[in-house]
């Protein structure tokens, strides 16, 4: 019988054990707690929930309810365990976190091809593999993992900007220009004085989200300000220092002329595009720890973002993970050497249930291979295809986390202004070219009530 090991007890781990067993492969799930606990960890069972308790909403023309959705219809463990845990939410799926853990954890220990081993791992197996060990990777085995991948070290990302979709711009005042003319490579916000000081005053009052005990000891107190990571300023921060700090710095204008009045704008946000496909623009210099909501208002008064839908949010806080673009292919599986996946935000993926994701389709993909069959890859028009093909993409040059969003999918064919209207069309798109993926590829296609 094929065997195999997965390397952590979280939601990622959880579930490429789970479709691993699934598919008659035998699984050795390596979990250091109760043994040794990371700085965010608590609870001794599996898939700990360590911040929220909510999976985000559950409605189908959402990009998390799509997800889930895509999930059930993939066999998911941690989807079918939090529907039978749930605690009201509106409209949202959260769960008791403890009887969520517990009813994984059940779940896992009960299978007859899952064997749990307690203790850090502190190297790779010769065995095939499932690397799902999270953001706060222990020290001896991200050891390991630098000489495997050739790297220095592994990412910290201590500050990303925002993303939103490019049909959201508004081309009428956002126009394509590099500086001094050389070529059109960005896209650029101008605003007058008058709009600078708006949205500079808006900046100034905007409220941070608060940090984490573990994130903490990672910043250091700036003249009284508020803590921030060294070498990575938020645009709030950088904006304390005066007001023309940041129009001097990543607002400056110098080498740009807005074709609306031939002239030099006051200050200038730049949009650089995200994806090969050019339906995301990030924010240029927007490193940012403002609070979601506030992200919107204030990011909201740039001009041509007025109506902009934001991808991804800003977000600060500590988090490991590796260069997927360059290491791991479409089904996570490291390119340099076969005998490892990886999955979980140590892929770049960010959010509960989008590292439960990746988690399936690397355990899928490991037990194809072990069965000597082809791997699987799911269409981009797929919410989890969109986020395989983000996290492996090589024209990512600065790579950071993402999340389930609908401006990862391709666009429909034909524009669609509703918004509710043009989420359940690509919603209903991505379930018809899922259940097609999975019969051209002899995959079970559940009915969602299974797990």
């Known amino acids: 019988m094929p065997q195999a090991v997965v390397i952590g007890g979280g939601l990622a781990g959880c579930e490429a054990a789970w479709q691993l067993a699934a598919r008659g492969i035998r699984v050795r799930v390596l979990e250091m707690k109760p043994q040794k606990y990371s700085p965010a960890h608590h609870y001794p069972g599996l898939a700990e929930l360590v911040c929220s308790n909510s999976l985000k909403a559950s409605r189908l023309d959402s990009a998390a309810g799509l997800l889930k959705e895509e999930m059930r219809r993939l066999g998911s463990l941690t989807v079918a365990v939090a529907g039978e845990t749930a605690v009201e939410a509106g409209g949202a799926l959260a769960v008791d976190r403890e009887q969520f ?15 749990v081993e307690e203790g850090e791992a502190v190297r790779l197996p010769e065995e095939p593999c499932v690397v799902a060990t999270g953001p706060l990777t222990s020290d001896a085995l991200a050891g390991e993992l630098r000489r495997l991948l050739e790297r220095e070290s592994l990412s910290f990302y201590d500050a990303a900007a925002p993303i939103v979709t490019a049909e959201s711009i508004n081309r009428e005042i956002v126009f394509a220009a590099s500086r001094y003319d050389r070529g059109d490579g960005y896209l650029n916000c101008p605003m ?27 910043f250091s107190e700036i003249k009284d300000e508020l803590p921030v990571y060294e070498g990575c300023m938020p645009i709030e921060i950088m904006a304390r220092r005066g ?38 623009y990030n924010l240029v210099g927007f490193q940012t720890n403002l609070k979601f909501g506030e992200q919107k208002r204030i990011f ?34 490291l390119k340099k050497d076969g005998r490892y996946w990886f999955a979980g935000q140590l892929t770049g993926v960010e959010g509960y249930m989008e590292s439960a994701a990746s988690g399936i389709l690397a355990g899928i993909n490991l037990a194809r291979r072990l069965h000597g069959n082809a791997g699987l890859t799911l269409p981009r028009t797929t919410m989890l295809g969109a986020l395989a093909a983000y996290i492996s993409d090589p024209y990512v040059k600065r790579f950071q986390p993402m999340g389930a969003s609908m401006g990862i999918l391709p666009s429909l064919s034909e524009p669609v202004r509703d918004k509710k209207l043009r989420y359940q069309l690509l919603a209903e798109r991505s379930l018809a070219d899922l259940a097609e993926a999975l019969r051209e590829g002899n995959e079970t296609i559940y009915s969602g009530k299974e797990g």
């Open 243 to 280: 007001a023309d700090t940041i129009r001097y710095g990543p607002l400056k204008p110098v080498g740009l002329r807005d074709p609306r009045t031939g002239h030099r704008p006051w200050a200038v946000v730049q949009l650089r595009m995200e994806n090969a496909q050019g339906t995301m």
């Open 192 to 218: 007058n004085r008058e709009e600078y000081q708006r949205f500079y005053d808006a900046l100034l009052t905007g409220e941070r989200a608060p940090l984490h005990d573990f994130d903490k000891e990672n």
């Open 101 to 115: 853990s517990d009813g994984v954890t059940r779940r896992i220990q009960a299978h007859p091809l899952i064997q």
């Open 300 to 333: 909201s008064l740039i001009p041509g973002l007025e109506q902009a839908e934001f991808v991804r949010y800003g977000v600060m806080h500590r988090n490991t993970f590796i260069d997927s673009p360059r290491l791991l292919d479409s089904g996570f599986r």
